[in-house]
């Protein structure tokens, strides 16, 4: 390999406070290349914009006003020439070699268009970072038990939480942190921007498949996930743009008047535990991971 990484890092931000600092401390130890970061900062008000431009080693790129995870990283993307460009949230941080270790498993994939890490918890567990497609079985199984019983069966098998992480094509990873093929992204027009937020990763996977590309679990590279400032930050507001993004996917996929009474389920289902996610905690932040690393 070169001494350049062939991979951009694009990091989407949204005030992110000390997540973008410590993130961007743990880059040297997972590569031994440079690895260019470009920040695309979708409107922060924390001081973000004045801590990255007096940092000449960063490309800062303002997208003028908050256009939601995807949509940041479509700019990102369109900016980058390198052959591989890993988006991430400001909330991870790498393990050692990580970036090495994920441009090592896309050299023994000749068709991945995407590559995710293994991702852990703070406190020391498993992120079902690799999963299975929704399906309307699996989708409501999970939404209705996952909150109060994680290990239910429905939601087992859309983590794919049976058996050891092993390196393999899967269904959808984690936009957390996603490494993208720039021509496979290309190919299919990047990040659908009608979801804001949430169930972007999944459309955008699910589309690579469609078009032949391999979506790759690639345990081997192992990150942090912080998790969730922006839940933190304003959780009614993520709790209803992820109702709305999962009915989007779901209703995508279910089309036709013959279809119709389905989506009218699916619609009122989400719009009850969305409502139950604003009195029940639990039921916002969803099923918990069960295993330990």
């Not at 997972?30 to 470009?38: D, F, G, K, M």
């Not at 590309?213 to 304003?234: E, F, I, K, L, M």
Request: glycine residues 10%; hydrophobic residues 40%.
């Amino acid at each position: 390999m070169s001494d350049t990484a062939p991979v951009r890092l694009v990091v989407v931000t949204y005030s992110p406070g000390e997540f973008l600092r410590e993130f961007l401390a743990s880059v040297p130890g997972a590569s031994t290349r440079e690895v260019p970061v470009t920040v695309v900062d979708n409107g922060s008000t924390d001081g973000t914009l004045d801590w990255v431009r007096a940092r000449p080693e960063l490309t800062l790129v303002e997208t003028g006003s908050n256009r939601g995870y995807g949509g940041a990283a479509n700019v990102g993307v369109a900016a980058a020439t390198e052959d591989w460009v890993l988006v991430v949230n400001p909330d991870i941080t790498f393990e050692a070699d990580a970036i090495d270790e994920l441009l090592d498993v896309a050299g023994r994939w000749p068709r991945a268009g995407a590559l995710g890490p293994r991702i852990h918890t703070d406190d020391g567990l498993l992120y079902p970072s690799a999963r299975e497609l929704p399906s309307i079985g699996r989708g409501v199984g999970h939404a209705v038990f996952g909150w109060v019983w994680p290990s239910n069966p429905w939601t087992a098998a859309y983590r794919r939480e049976r058996g050891t992480p092993r390196e393999g094509t899967v269904g959808w990873l984690s936009g957390a942190c996603l490494m993208l093929r720039r021509e496979a992204f290309a190919s299919v027009g990047g990040f659908d921007e009608r979801f804001f937020m949430y169930f972007e990763d999944t459309d955008l996977c699910e589309r690579l498949s469609e078009a032949e590309w391999d979506v790759v679990y690639a345990p081997s590279a192992t990150v942090v996930h912080h998790g969730g400032h922006s839940t933190v930050r304003d959780p009614a507001r993520m709790s209803k743009a992820h109702h709305a993004s999962a009915y989007q996917y779901l209703a995508g996929r279910y089309t036709g008047p013959k279809w119709a009474p389905v989506r009218g389920l699916l619609r009122a289902g989400l719009w009850g535990r969305y409502q139950l996610s604003l009195r029940v905690g639990r039921v916002l932040h969803g099923a918990r991971p069960t295993r330990h690393v």
